[in-house]
């Protein structure tokens, strides 16, 4: 009984300056943590993320908007004249088609490898093209090009970064 009582507790409680709530982090990139830090007229304006300290304007959470989405009750016959063709957009196919492949490519590179041959990421490693690293926060990637002598582009399942390296 007191656990259900939490539970409903936490979702009335009334949002206000200082309070956490869960938002879309530009920096982070992931649906985080955030403190509210401005709000006007009942509605949170800015936010701070508790994980990168980074402030910005509050965005709803992604996956909330998802679920939201696949939970709306739907008027019958809805959605069928999308159903016949997977994307109507050209842009959208070659856009998706460019990311299988990305996947595709990272996965040849980084998938089966013993773990002995991935360095743990550190800003001060020297690193050079082709070598495997694995990041606390974005996982296993391999060094794509080395842009300056401070500089490594990294392609990660979710994408390519820019990180740093040789760092004293």
Same mark, same amino acid.
């Given at each position: 009984?007191?656990?259900?009582?939490?539970?409903?507790?936490? +979702?009335?409680?009334?949002? &206000?300056?200082?309070?956490?709530?869960?938002?879309?982090?530009?920096?982070?990139?992931?649906?985080?943590?955030?403190?509210?830090?401005?709000? $006007?007229?009942?509605?949170?304006? *800015? %936010?701070?993320? *508790? +994980?990168?300290?980074? $402030? $910005?304007? /509050?965005?709803?959470?992604?996956?909330?908007?998802?679920?939201?989405?696949?939970?709306?009750?739907?008027?019958?016959?809805?959605? &069928?004249? !999308?159903?016949?063709?997977?994307? +109507?957009?050209?842009?959208?196919?070659?856009?998706?088609?460019?990311? !299988? @492949?990305?996947?595709? %490519?990272?996965?040849?590179?980084?998938?089966?490898?013993?773990?002995?041959?991935?360095?743990? /990421?550190?800003? +001060?490693?020297?690193? $050079?093209? *082709?070598?495997?690293? *694995?990041?606390?926060?974005?996982?296993?990637?391999?060094? %794509?090009?080395? %842009?300056?002598?401070? &500089?490594?582009?990294?392609?990660?399942?979710?994408?390519?970064?820019?990180?740093? @390296?040789?760092?004293?």
């Amino acid at each position: 009984m007191l656990s259900s009582r939490r539970k409903s507790d936490m +979702t009335t409680k009334p949002t &206000k300056p200082g309070t956490e709530v869960d938002s879309w982090c530009t920096k982070c990139r992931m649906d985080l943590l955030h403190r509210i830090i401005a709000m $006007h007229n009942g509605k949170i304006i *800015r %936010v701070e993320c *508790r +994980t990168c300290g980074g $402030h $910005h304007n /509050y965005r709803a959470p992604k996956s909330a908007a998802r679920s939201a989405n696949s939970s709306a009750p739907r008027a019958p016959g809805a959605g &069928k004249a !999308r159903s016949s063709s997977p994307s +109507t957009s050209p842009r959208r196919n070659a856009a998706a088609e460019a990311e !299988r @492949q990305r996947e595709e %490519v990272w996965g040849k590179a980084v998938l089966g490898q013993p773990v002995t041959s991935f360095k743990s /990421y550190r800003a +001060t490693l020297d690193l $050079h093209a *082709r070598e495997l690293i *694995r990041h606390g926060k974005f996982g296993d990637g391999y060094i %794509v090009r080395v %842009v300056d002598r401070q &500089k490594v582009e990294v392609m990660f399942k979710d994408g390519p970064r820019m990180l740093a @390296q040789a760092l004293e």
